[in-house]
């Protein structure tokens, strides 16, 4: 089991920084590969950036310009830096995580054994 736990959200202006993280604990959490998805309201929940225990990443092309994805191995942080934030980047942003297999590096959602409850963000116009 894996436990995930988000933190860092909250309203901010656009063209402002935001930086999420996500705690990971349990067996094989410091192992497990981990990603970030978030969701808007009435729109399906997408892939946002994802990282490998060896710290291989990648990051959605609508998002690579502005967002980075890092992880603290000690802590089993997950971080992802917001910046040039933007109206429609408002969305609840999950943390999600794989044991055993890299296959969120490819941000398919249906790979992640286990979510976090969300952190939400909303960037003001």
């Known amino acids: 089991q894996v436990q995930l736990e988000e933190s860092g959200g909250g309203t901010v202006q656009a063209g402002g920084s935001l930086r999420l993280a996500c705690v990971a604990s349990g067996d094989n959490a410091n192992s497990a590969c981990m990603a970030w998805f978030r969701q808007a309201p009435g729109k399906e929940r997408e892939g946002v950036a994802a990282i490998d225990s060896e710290e291989a990443y990648t990051v959605a092309p609508s998002v690579k310009r502005r967002f980075t994805i890092s992880r603290d191995t000690a802590k089993n942080i997950v971080y992802l830096q917001m910046n040039n934030l933007k109206p429609d980047d408002s969305a609840m942003y999950y943390c999600?995580?794989?044991?055993?297999?890299?296959?969120?590096?490819?941000?398919?959602?249906?790979?992640?054994?286990?979510w976090g409850q969300g952190t939400q963000v909303t960037v003001a116009s």
């Open positions: 999600a995580a794989e044991v055993g297999s890299r296959w969120l590096m490819l941000l398919k959602q249906d790979k992640a054994n286990y």
